[in-house]
Every structure is written in C-alpha cells, then in structure tokens.
C-alpha cells in the first residue's frame, strides 16, 4: 500500500571496495608479460616456482646472459647487465640463484666486464637496438655501480664463489667507499651491493655514510605532500623521486636505518595510495616508447606489493583466503 514502508525496498547498498590485491591481480591479467603474470601468481596466489622459471627463461641468450628487452628500456636480443640484474632479482625471489646457470652468468659477465673487471650500463651493439635515451650506447663505455652493484650484492647474497667476484667486488667497495657526487639511482645500486655484501661490519659503516648523504643531497623525499618543493636529480624526469622505500625495499635493509618510523610510515602511505584506478602502480620515470612504458606498469606493480607486504600492509581483507608461498625474510648471512 502507498505509504507502507515495510512494503518499500530498501536502498542497495554500496559494493565494498576491492582490497588492494584484487585490484592488482586485474591489472596484472590485462595488462602484464608471462614473466610479470607468473610472478605475481607466485608471490600471492600460491603459484608455482617452476612457472616463473620457465617464463624468465625465454629472456636467457646462448651466452648465459639475459636480453630480449627483460628490463623494458633495453629492446632487441642483446645480453645486458641490466638485464642480468633483473634476472637475478627474479631468481632470488625464488630461491634459485644458483647452480650451472649462475656459473654460465659468473662466465658470461667474466667475458663482457670492463678492463676493471666490472660492468658497463650498456654494452656496444653490432646493431642500433632502441634504448631508452637516458641509457646512451657508448663505443667504449666506463664502469657503472649502477649495473655493477646489484648483480655483485645479488650473488654474494646467495653465497654464489666465482673468480669474476673478486675484482667486480673490489670494484664495488671503491665506488661505494669514495662516492661523493652521485644520484638517486646510484644509491640505489650501491644499497643492493651492501645488502649482500660479506663484510656486514664494512657494509655497515658504508650504509651509515651513504644514508647521510642522501639526506643531505636531498636524494630521497621524506615528506610527499611536499615532493614537488625539490626539483628532481638531474637527467630525471619531472615527477622521478624517490622516497624511503625505495632505497629500504625490506625492513631488513641497511638504508631502513636511514629514515625514522614516522618517515617510512608517511612513505607507505604514500605507496599504498599510489595504486591508481585501473588497479596497477604508476611509473615516474620519462616514457620514450609505448612498449616499455606498457611493460614496466606490471613490474612496478609486483615490486609496490612485494614491499608493502614486506612492510606489514594489509593487502587483503582479514577474512580473505589468499594462500602466498614463503618467501626469504631477508639476506643470507654470507659465508
């Protein structure tokens, strides 16, 4: 009858929001390579290790290094460091940085370093492969930390002994140890080597250094309601900062002791938030090609929730059931 609220329906009420990792896994399906696709299936759904080995290994060339554009800004076939470190970050994650695979790397790189016995960011192609422009192509190119210190930490953190670890570890102490004029990115790679070097006491030291400097130099944005008050480095792109964790990307890293509680927490808040409508994690840096933009979004997105678990934020409501696989709390202790 008119009038009869018992009669009437009642109002519908809202969907609850999707919890942060539903969110992703969507944009993961849509959007992602196999590799990105298997990775996260490994990290959050339970998924299978042999998966993602599978996936990585359709980016390892015939000379035991990794190309065919495994790191987005690096296109073409070609083994690069760049593209060694990623693999070595995915093989880590699985427990798996070991074994003839890595001995066939350790010799790859052996036959590729510079006179130093360390690593250049790009090498010399026979081909003009695209590159993003921010890594130029050099005929005869220097050193780097920033390919050399991530796969050197990388290896020594999975107890990996291979004669091209000598002199590529020398190299990383001297450049770790005189740093004075630098960027984000650097400090970036010289925490990867610190958090896998065997002399923790030397590391130590090292980090403490390093930590200083980045809050002098203004490396890291320790406030990001107010990230736009400093320019970024030079060479980055308008919105390319880097805050608290991405320098500390597990509690158990050295660079964690560089900022305050309040400092990471206001920087986890500021990540979580970050996750964009289409459920996926933006990327800062300079876009030069549809491809690569299109391909880092999905590896931004795995790396926001690896650490934000790693962190303790809740990804998924209480009463959800989302079984992951254990995965390492932290460094190895070198031996």
């Not at 070609?78 to 994650?93: E, F, G, K």
């Not at 970036?188 to 070097?197: C, E, M, R, T």
């Amino acid at each position: 009858m008119p009038g009869d609220e018992a009669s009437s329906p009642a109002p519908a009420a809202s969907p609850a929001p999707a919890a942060p990792l539903a969110r992703a896994e969507q944009f993961i399906w849509l959007t992602a390579r196999v590799l990105e696709q298997r990775r996260f299936a490994f990290h959050f759904l339970g998924g299978d290790a042999d998966a993602v080995d599978a996936a990585l290994g359709a980016y390892l060339g015939a000379d035991g290094g990794y190309g065919h554009a495994l790191d987005p800004d690096l296109r073409g076939p070609l083994s690069q460091p760049l593209h060694t470190a990623h693999a070595l970050r995915v093989l880590d994650a699985l427990g798996r940085c070991t074994g003839r695979r890595i001995e066939r790397l350790c010799r790859h790189l052996t036959l590729v370093s510079t006179p130093e016995g360390a690593l250049p960011l790009v090498f010399p192609a026979p081909r003009d492969y695209p590159a993003a422009p921010y890594h130029p192509v050099r005929d005869d190119p220097p050193s780097e930390l920033l390919t050399t210190g991530p796969i050197v930490g990388l290896l020594h953190r999975n107890r990996v002994w291979h004669a091209w670890l000598f002199r590529a570890t020398d190299f990383c102490w001297d450049r770790v140890e005189t740093l004075r004029h630098s960027h984000p990115y650097e400090i970036q790679s010289a925490v990867a080597f610190l958090d896998g070097a065997p002399d923790r006491g030397r590391a130590a030291a090292a980090a403490d250094r390093l930590g200083r400097l980045v809050r002098e130099r203004g490396f890291v944005v320790l406030d990001p309601e107010r990230r736009d008050e400093r320019p970024p480095a030079a060479g980055y792109a308008p919105g390319e900062r880097l805050f608290p964790y991405d320098f500390a990307r597990r509690p158990e890293s050295l660079a964690r002791g560089w900022f305050t509680d309040a400092e990471m927490e206001r920087a986890l808040d500021f990540l979580a938030a970050e996750q964009q409508a289409d459920g996926g994690w933006p990327v800062r840096r300079r876009a030069w090609a549809p491809g690569s933009s299109l391909e880092r979004r999905p590896i931004a997105t795995v790396e926001a929730l690896l650490t934000l678990r790693a962190y303790g934020r809740p990804l998924t409501p209480v009463t959800a059931q989302v079984t992951a696989p254990v995965t390492r709390s932290g460094p190895a202790v070198p031996r």
